[in-house]
């Protein structure tokens, strides 16, 4: 269903359509923008950065041979990161990139990177799931709550830190067999 929606929003960036483009733009703009403030860059450049990755995949949505390979939202993420990188590289930060074909290698690697990731991130996801208690509230005590060995210990029942920090390394081992099966899985 998503990739149908994806097929006519590039159909209708394709012929100029001003729903498809204000859907694309409502849909993807604030992603692009958090990128470039959060790298150095203005509101304004945020624009500029958007409307030329806009225009990279109006130009390819109107060739007949581009096959879009990931989503529109990783698509642009990954051409606006490019174009972003590539006006921090430059001395004068106004030049504007009017070559999208020049970026179209730089713009499939973004594109297969991202979509790695995601694949990598489901796989972990899963792993995660599967993993159980008690070790799937240590890994996530430690690792996204921050907590120190001391408050995981005190958390579970271990009867001190050094234990905790045990438990910690056998669940990481377990993840990470349950991890790569996941990936295998996935591939």
């Known amino acids: 269903m998503k990739d149908q929606q994806e097929q006519e929003l590039l159909k209708g960036l394709a012929q100029s359509d001003r729903k498809a483009i204000e859907t694309v733009y409502r849909d993807n703009y604030n992603l692009v923008q958090a990128l470039v403030v959060n790298n150095g860059g203005t509101a304004d450049d945020a624009k500029d ?22 989503s529109i939202r990783t698509y642009l993420y990954a051409v606006s990161r490019r174009l972003w990188l590539k006006k921090l590289a430059l001395q004068n930060r106004m030049q504007v990139v009017a070559d999208a074909e020049a970026i179209d290698l730089d713009v499939a690697e973004d594109v297969a990177d991202e979509a790695e990731k995601a694949r990598q991130h489901i796989a972990m996801e899963g792993a995660l799931g599967q993993l159980g208690e008690p070790c799937r509230t240590l890994i996530e005590a430690f690792y996204f709550k921050k907590k120190n060995m001391g408050e995981i210990a005190a958390l579970l029942g271990y009867t001190n830190a050094d234990n905790a920090k045990t438990q910690k390394y056998k669940c990481l081992m377990r993840l990470k067999k349950l991890f790569f099966a996941q990936a295998k899985t996935a591939s």
């Not at 950065?49 to 990931?70: D, G, H, I, N, T």
Request: no cysteine; glycine share 0%; hydrophobic share 50%.
């Open 49 to 70: 950065v958007f409307q030329e990755a806009m225009v990279v995949l109006y130009e390819k949505a109107r060739s007949a041979q581009f096959k879009l390979e990931s």
